[in-house]
């Protein structure tokens, strides 16, 4: 509006110019008519070519806008997610709305309006910081997923929700030979049909029988993690499988060398058979 009123002045004097010479006989002068026309014909199409460039401007400006907005709706989104990611309280970051800020006003002199050039310049240094505060939080949220993920292949917890422990892992009478053996594994003994359940997520290797175990899965979690789940009665995933930690993969059987309805499990790292006590603890 301010742009209109400054560069409408011009145009309005020409015009009461042009009036006046009018009344005054001037318009006679053909030479002072065409000047004056000249003269608005200017001032024309300088308005035209101010207003063109405050559209520009305007529209460039829009355009920025657009873009932090869309910065900005990125950066909540993904806020969200770390908060849901991480398990933190829906009160400790709250990304639907802005920071809470104060302090005592300091009076720092003159307060002067930015200019045109100076506002774009804050405008874009804004833009610059959504960007790297987009990129930090990417960070972030790739970070927490891993952990979580690390969480989640690395063996923890009974692979039943019902039984008890009947025999531990480590050297023990054998229960057919009644001579000392070592025990690979834990037994944990359940009715027969117990759901069997994946104590971390990975890949199934193995889905069939195998001697001395009957019916036996066998799961890969990477990095070196390996379980296993014998005497099955039904076997309920397949080899190449990819299975979620806490997944039913079987059920409770008797199947192989057993005396009675139990799960025989295992867990190996690197290629070695450990004792399985210490990850069913991990979950407590």
Do not use: C
């Not at 460039?53 to 909540?76: F, K, P, S, W």
């Not at 104590?199 to 296993?228: D, K, M, P, S």
């Not at 499988?241 to 008797?254: D, F, L, P, R, W």
């Amino acid at each position: 509006m301010a742009l209109a009123v400054v560069l409408a002045l011009p145009l309005s004097g020409a015009y009461i110019g042009y009036q006046l010479g009018k009344g005054n006989g001037l318009d006679a002068d053909p030479l002072l008519s065409g000047a004056l026309l000249e003269e608005l014909d200017g001032q024309r199409l300088r308005i035209l070519e101010a207003k063109s460039i405050a559209e520009d401007n305007l529209n460039a400006l829009t355009l920025r806008m657009g873009q932090m907005q869309a910065h900005v709706i990125r950066l909540d989104a993904m806020g969200q997610r770390i908060t849901r990611i991480a398990g933190l309280d829906d009160g400790e970051f709250d990304f639907s709305n802005p920071p809470a800020q104060g302090g005592p006003e300091e009076f720092t002199g003159l307060v002067h309006s930015p200019v045109m050039p100076d506002f774009m310049t804050q405008l874009n240094e804004l833009a610059r910081q959504l960007e790297n505060r987009e990129k930090q939080l990417s960070i972030l949220e790739n970070m927490i997923m891993n952990r979580n993920l690390q969480a989640e292949i690395i063996p923890a917890g009974r692979p039943l929700t019902k039984g008890w422990i009947s025999s531990r892992y480590g050297v023990r009478n054998d229960p057919f030979t009644g001579k000392a053996a070592f025990h690979n594994g834990i037994d944990l003994a359940a009715r027969e049909g117990t759901d069997v359940i994946a104590v971390a997520a990975g890949v199934v290797t193995w889905a069939g029988r195998r001697f001395g175990y009957g019916n036996l899965v066998e799961i890969n979690h990477g990095n070196g993690y390996v379980t296993r789940y014998g005497h099955l009665k039904a076997i309920l995933v397949n080899a190449g499988e990819t299975i979620k930690k806490g997944h039913n993969i079987a059920t409770v059987g008797s199947t192989g060398r057993s005396t009675g309805p139990h799960v025989h499990f295992e867990v190996w790292v690197d290629g070695r058979a450990v004792d399985p006590m210490k990850y069913v603890r991990a979950s407590n």
